[in-house]
């Protein structure tokens, strides 16, 4: 417990986070941080989008067949009320559909911070110019815009629609309306349309914090994996790569005592089903939120481990996740 306020503390109170951080990372080498409950919410509030990007295993069309949908307010509401005072990293309030379509964001970002009282970080295309104001929240500390090109033709045909000047000017109009604890990141999904302007797109954004990402990949989701494949970055240890704004590099690495990098996060899909991870089908659920006491979800997906199809192929799982999971996650570990 005194853990988790220490962790809570550290994601609050951004001076003093990097050391406690750091202190909290050593402590949960012992025991992990994610065994009590979440450390992050993913919230689908909806899930449709504009874009139809090749290598996306959750765009409209695709196997995966999300239903489509826009989650209402209360039980948005329901599921912050339920962690409130609760510590935790961040709430995303997005996960499988394009934040910029979610005109209620800045309501559910006030939330947030009301219940609980953690800040929020979205990813989005960035393409909607329209609704740029919607970036602006106090709150929403960290904004990822995915732009997976360096020129407007290889984003067309990576993300499937002509958009991508558009995309430049919501990037541009961010970093200089933004306030300032709102960090900004720019993200690359390396793929066999794409890879070979990687270097032009760093050159691109070089002003930018970037992150360059491998392809998420399992059984369930072959048809965007094959339609997608590159060869570059499938080494696990160095599926993703960071460069700062002043060109340093480094690797996103695991932390300690995590069976894979969304295993702190509880994630719900629009239609209230409590998913495995925000990769997953709907389908593959512990119950409603409307109807299930979310502790008791969270403790069954621990004790399930990763005993389910899309867990098992999964190419983001930690090489240590069959040990991990034997130790703390109880359950049947395959
Ligand atoms: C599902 S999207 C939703 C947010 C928003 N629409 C966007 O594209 O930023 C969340 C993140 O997952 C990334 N993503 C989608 N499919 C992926 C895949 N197969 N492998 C790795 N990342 C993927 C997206 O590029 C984006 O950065
Ligand atoms: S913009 Fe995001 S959600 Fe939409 S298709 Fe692309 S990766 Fe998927
Ligand atoms: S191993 Fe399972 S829970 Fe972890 S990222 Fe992959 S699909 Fe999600």
Same mark, same amino acid.
């Given at each position: 417990m005194v853990i988790n306020q220490l962790y809570g503390f550290a994601a609050r109170r951004e001076a003093s986070a990097k050391l406690v951080n750091q202190v909290a990372r050593e402590i949960s080498k012992l025991r992990p941080l994610w065994i009590n409950h979440p450390l992050n919410l993913q919230i689908d509030t909806q899930n449709y989008c504009n874009l139809k990007c090749a290598y996306c295993n959750v765009r409209e069309g695709s196997a995966m067949n999300l239903p489509r949908g826009t989650m209402p307010m209360e039980t948005i509401q329901r599921i912050l009320?339920?962690?409130?005072?609760?510590?935790?990293?961040?709430?995303?309030?997005?996960?499988?559909?394009?934040p910029l379509l979610e005109t209620r964001l800045p309501e559910i970002n006030d939330m947030i911070q009301k219940t609980v009282g953690c800040m929020s970080v979205i990813d989005t295309n960035g393409s909607i110019y329209a609704n740029r104001e919607l970036l602006i929240h106090p709150n929403m500390r960290l904004v990822r815009f995915t732009v997976s090109a360096a020129t407007r033709e290889t984003y067309n045909k990576t993300m499937g629609v002509d958009l991508f000047p558009d995309v430049l000017s919501t990037v541009e109009w961010f970093k200089n309306n933004r306030y300032r604890q709102q960090k900004m990141m720019i993200q690359f999904v390396s793929n066999k349309h794409n890879e070979h302007e990687i270097d032009d797109w760093v050159k691109l954004f070089s002003d930018y914090n970037l992150r360059i990402s491998g392809l998420h990949r399992n059984p369930l989701f072959?048809?965007?994996?094959?339609?997608?494949?590159?060869?570059?970055?499938?080494?696990?240890?160095?599926?993703?790569?960071?460069?700062d704004a002043e060109g340093k590099t480094s690797f996103e690495k695991l +932390?300690?005592?995590?069976?894979?990098?969304?295993?702190?996060?509880?994630?719900?899909? &629009?239609? @209230?089903?409590? $998913?495995?991870?925000?990769?997953?089908?709907?389908?593959?659920?512990?119950?409603?939120?409307?109807?299930?006491?979310?502790? +008791?979800?969270?403790?069954?997906?621990?004790?399930?481990?990763?005993?389910?199809?899309? &867990?098992? @192929?999964?190419? $983001?799982?930690?090489?240590?996740?069959?040990?991990?999971?034997?130790?703390?996650?109880?359950?049947?570990?395959?």
């Open positions: 009320e339920y962690w409130r005072g609760t510590p935790m990293w961040c709430v995303a309030p997005f996960s499988n559909g394009e072959q048809e965007a994996s094959e339609n997608a494949l590159g060869e570059k970055l499938t080494n696990p240890a160095e599926r993703v790569i960071l460069i +932390k300690p005592n995590y069976p894979c990098s969304c295993w702190d996060i509880q994630s719900f899909g &629009c239609d @209230g089903s409590i $998913t495995q991870c925000v990769k997953f089908p709907y389908s593959f659920n512990y119950g409603n939120v409307v109807d299930t006491d979310l502790r +008791k979800a969270w403790d069954e997906r621990n004790r399930n481990a990763m005993n389910n199809p899309c &867990c098992r @192929g999964c190419n $983001t799982r930690s090489p240590d996740s069959v040990s991990i999971l034997k130790k703390w996650g109880g359950g049947h570990v395959q």
